[in-house]
C-alpha cells in the first residue's frame, strides 16, 4: 500500500501473491472451535457454517476474479486531512449527470455499490431514461478497505463528512447529492452541515429516528411495534458487535487480523448466510488484506465517544428507502429534524439493499433525484 498527496492519482488494486498464499496456509491451519450439531445461532455464529464458507474460501473463491471486477472501474487515491481516501469515480456518458457520492457501512467495502454502477451511469443501457443518470463516486470508508488504516484518532462519521465534501470539490463538483447505508447513511446526512449549499439532496436505507422512552408501546400502530420488537431483540440477543466495538475495539482486533476463519465468523453476523458467499468472502478478503480489520471496527468507538453536533432542522431534501431489516426507524419521529421528500417501505428482507435488490435500489433512488432536479432545476 503506497501513500497518497493531495493529488489525484490513478489507483489499480494488484495483491501481491504471497499474500494470497499465506491466507490460504492459515486457513489450512484452523483451529476450529468445537460446537454441537443441534448448535443454532442463538449461540452465536455456528463452526459449521464458518468451516463450509472457509472450505470454499481456500479451494473455490476466486480472490483474482474479484480483484478483477473492481478493476474495471476507474479508481483512484488521493489525501485529505492527513488520510489516504480510496475512491471508485465513474462518469456518466449523458452530459446532465447527476453527481452523485455513494458511503457504504461496516463490515463493507465499495464492492457493496458495483451492481449499480451501471444502470445509475448509463441509464440508456439498462432501458431507463437518460435525461436522469448519475456521475459516481464511490470512496472506501477512512480506515476501511484500500483507503488503509487510519494513523490517528478522531475519524468519526463527521470528520468523513468533511473529508467527503472536499473530495467532491477536489473533483470539481459545485453541486451533487450523496446516498449511503448503515454508517454511509449516517455520512450521507452529515454531509447536510459539512455541504449544505451544494447538497442537492440525501438518500438513505435507513434513518433511525424513534419514539421517546415515555411513549406507550400498545398505543402505536402494529407496524411500529413490530419494529421496536425487532430492534428489541437485536439489542438483546445481536448487539454484541456494536457494544465491543464502541468500547474496547483492539481487544478482539488482535484476533481478527491474525486469523482469517475468525474474522470470517465475526463478520458473518452481519453477512450472514442471505447473501451470496462471493459477495461475503471478496468483503472479507479486502479487510484482511489490507490490514483496516481495527481500523474499521474504530468507526464505532470514535461514533460512542465524540459528540455529533447539533445544528438544528435540516432542509436538505432527503428520501428513506426502508427495507425490511432489525433498523427500521419511524418517519413520524423523523419529521422534526428532516425534510423528508421521499419515504418508501419495501417488504424485502435485506441490509444491503444496493447489492441485493439492485433495480429496486436504483428506482428508488432515481425516482428521488428525479423530484429533486425537477424542484431545483438543478445542474452540475
Not at 486457513?27 to 472457509?54: C, F, H, N
Not at 433498523?327 to 421528500?341: K, N, V, W
Not at 441485493?356 to 428525479?370: G, I
Request: charged share 20%.
Amino acid at each position: 500500500m503506497t501513500g497518497a498527496s493531495d493529488e489525484i492519482q490513478p489507483f489499480l488494486i494488484d495483491i501481491p501473491q504471497h499474500d494470497l498464499d499465506d491466507l490460504h496456509e492459515r486457513l489450512a491451519r484452523t483451529r476450529w472451535i468445537s460446537d454441537m450439531p443441534e448448535m443454532a445461532w442463538d449461540y452465536g455464529v455456528p463452526g459449521s457454517y464458518v468451516r463450509e464458507l472457509a472450505q470454499y474460501w481456500q479451494t473455490g473463491y476466486d480472490w483474482r476474479a474479484a480483484e478483477a471486477q473492481l478493476n474495471a472501474f476507474p479508481q483512484f487515491i488521493t489525501s485529505i486531512d492527513g488520510q489516504r481516501v480510496h475512491f471508485l469515480h465513474i462518469r456518466s456518458a449523458e452530459p446532465d449527470a447527476i453527481p452523485l457520492i455513494l458511503s457504504h457501512g461496516w463490515p463493507g467495502t465499495v464492492l457493496e455499490y458495483t451492481d449499480v454502477i451501471a444502470p445509475l451511469t448509463d441509464p440508456r443501457a439498462a432501458g431507463s431514461d437518460p435525461a436522469l443518470a448519475f456521475d459516481l463516486v464511490i470512496p472506501s470508508m477512512p480506515g476501511f478497505g484500500f483507503s488503509g488504516p487510519t494513523h490517528e484518532t478522531g475519524w468519526d462519521c463527521q470528520r468523513i463528512a468533511r473529508a467527503w465534501a472536499v473530495l467532491m470539490e477536489r473533483l470539481g463538483y459545485q453541486s451533487y447529492g450523496a446516498a449511503g447505508n448503515d454508517w454511509g447513511g449516517v455520512v450521507t446526512q452529515l454531509l447536510s452541515s459539512a455541504a449544505p449549499h451544494r447538497l442537492l439532496g440525501m438518500h438513505v436505507t435507513q434513518l433511525l429516528a424513534f419514539p421517546g422512552e415515555t411513549e406507550d408501546p400498545a398505543a402505536m400502530p402494529a407496524d411500529e411495534q413490530a419494529a421496536l420488537a425487532d430492534l428489541s431483540t437485536w439489542q438483546e440477543t445481536k448487539a454484541c458487535y456494536y457494544n465491543l466495538q464502541s468500547q474496547q475495539p483492539h481487544t478482539l482486533a488482535h484476533a481478527l487480523a491474525d486469523s482469517p476463519a475468525g474474522l470470517l465468523g465475526w463478520f458473518s453476523q452481519i453477512l450472514g448466510p442471505e447473501l451470496d458467499r462471493d459477495f461475503v468472502l471478496t468483503n472479507v478478503m479486502i479487510h484482511w488484506l489490507t490490514g483496516t480489520v481495527a481500523s474499521a471496527m474504530r468507526l464505532y468507538y470514535e461514533a460512542a465517544h465524540n459528540e455529533l453536533a447539533d445544528d438544528g432542522p435540516v432542509d436538505v431534501p432527503l428520501a428513506v428507502a426502508q427495507f425490511h431489516e432489525l433498523f427500521r426507524g419511524f418517519r413520524r419521529c423523523a419529521t422534526e429534524f428532516r425534510a423528508i421528500h421521499s419515504w418508501n417501505t419495501y417488504d424485502l428482507p435485506g441490509h444491503y439493499a444496493a447489492h441485493q435488490y439492485p433495480e429496486v435500489f436504483v428506482a428508488d433512488l432515481r425516482q428521488f433525484f428525479a423530484g429533486v432536479r425537477a424542484v431545483s432545476g438543478s445542474r452540475r
